[in-house]
């Protein structure tokens, strides 16, 4: 069965271009070849884009029933399956795949149309619409270079055909609509491998510099960082132990300790005796110098008690 | 069956994405490598090198040590003399613990020193490294 029968038997008022009787009927051919059109339209930056509307190629529509995301990736794959079978190339192949829930006369599962040099617009919208009415049973959609795509609904099921056929007058109501496509079909094939190459080409060269700079910091090198070594104590902080060595307590003024701390440096602590008790002081012994610095009284100790309290330790 | 052209197709950018992150970081790690040529020595080690050093000193002078906490080093003598030795046997050991502050020495009776005898206290600083 060719073609030409196939439309006719599902068609009935379809003869080809010629009546049941034989005489020839003469098609008003109103669907006539688009031109491409651009249109402007200002994006929400204020930034104008322009957007070229032209025919698709070629139009493939199909029908899978069932809901679960199996059915979908198998959508998927039968897509490029056809893709492939009808040999498209993979340049400018676009693909939509819809999910039809509460259609009346389809079942729920999810719809795709595939696309061959389209301008990104898709006809699933109007087609669903259209089929919707038990009386619509088949769709026109118009193709580049005067070919046609006739999608019919039959039993449920959806299946497409592209022919040189018109469609006759009374099947203009049945064309889909040029300009209401929505712009929802995506590109099939990335056309494009630059960013995924450089990134490779990126991680590749970050390697080898790592390796590089590993081989030079722990093999050519081989260097470990040296300490400085710091001294704390400091010069004007010597001891003058001459001085020091000589200190001999007396009655009056004993020593009972010689000490050295960071502020201070070097210094002694005396107890003197005064009239009342014992005062302690404190008179540091300088580098250099020979004699000690004028004492500073720390605290008293009054006679009979146990002690003040230490101002230095 | 999978497209592997679909299969790819959006991983391929988030692969891509992570790729570059990753080649930035690798990078830059390689020029930390670079900017820092020479390999960090161990602290710790040195720390125990020069601890030991100085107490080993301060035991030829006649200190005992003892560590109190992880960076003080403590060194008695229960020696009370009072002589030139005295005091430059002290600064000998200050100058001799390279990286210990000296931070107290005391010479004298318990009541002021906590000791009768000497006392001396030094901290670790870590030094740098170049």
């Known amino acids: ?313 | 069956m999978i497209n592997k052209n679909q299969a790819f197709k959006q991983e391929r950018f988030y692969i891509s994405v992570i790729l570059t992150v990753i080649s930035v970081a690798f990078f830059a790690f390689a020029y930390t490598l670079y900017l820092n040529p020479k390999q960090e020595p161990s602290y710790e080690e040195k720390k125990k090198e020069d601890i030991a050093n100085c107490t080993k000193f301060a035991g030829f002078k006649g200190f005992k040590h003892r560590m109190v906490g992880r960076s003080n080093v403590e060194l008695t003598d229960d020696r009370l003399t009072l002589d030139v030795k005295t005091f430059s046997d002290a600064e000998a050991v200050m100058l001799a613990c390279s990286n210990l502050e000296p931070q107290l020495f005391c010479l004298g009776v318990e009541e002021y020193c906590g000791i009768s005898g000497k006392k001396m206290v030094l901290t670790y600083e870590e030094p740098k490294a170049y």
Not at chain 1, 79 to 89: D, N, P
Not at chain 1, 165 to 180: A, F, L, M, N, T
Request: proline share 5%.
């Open chain 1, 1 to 313: 069965m060719n073609f030409i029968e196939r439309i006719k038997e599902k068609i009935p008022f379809f003869d080809g271009g010629n009546t049941g009787s034989g005489t020839p009927v003469k098609i008003e051919e109103k669907p006539q070849e688009k031109k491409e059109v651009v249109t402007s339209e200002k994006n929400w930056l204020g930034i104008t884009t322009e957007k070229v509307e032209h025919l698709p190629g070629l139009i493939f529509v199909d029908f899978k029933p069932g809901s679960e995301d199996e059915v979908k990736k198998n959508a998927k794959s039968d897509i490029f399956q056809k893709v492939e079978s009808m040999a498209w190339g993979k340049k400018g192949v676009t693909y939509r795949i819809y999910h039809v829930v509460g259609h009346p006369r389809l079942d729920d599962g999810y719809l795709y149309e595939v696309q061959q040099n389209g301008d990104g617009g898709s006809y699933i919208e109007q087609m669903l619409d259209f089929f919707k009415s038990p009386k619509n049973d088949y769709f026109w959609v118009q193709c580049a270079k005067s070919k046609w795509a006739l999608v019919e609904l039959k039993n449920g099921f959806i299946d497409t055909s592209i022919t040189t056929i018109k469609p006759i007058k009374d099947d203009y109501s049945r064309v889909g609509e040029y300009s209401k496509k929505p712009n929802k079909m995506r590109p099939l094939y990335v056309d494009s491998y630059a960013f995924f190459y450089i990134s490779v080409m990126l991680f590749f060269g970050s390697l080898i510099s790592v390796a590089f700079a590993s081989m030079f910091k722990y093999v050519w090198l081989d260097e470990e960082e040296k300490f400085v070594d710091n001294n704390y104590y400091q010069p004007k902080t010597y001891v003058n132990a001459d001085l020091l060595g000589q200190i001999r307590g007396s009655y009056e003024k004993r020593p009972v300790a010689f000490r050295y701390n960071k502020s201070k440096g070097w210094h002694v602590v005396f107890e003197e005796r005064r009239p009342g008790g014992i005062a302690v002081i404190e008179q540091r012994a300088l580098p250099g110098k020979q004699e000690l610095s004028a004492p500073v009284e720390l605290e008293f100790i009054a006679e009979g008690s146990q002690g003040g309290d230490s101002n230095d330790q």
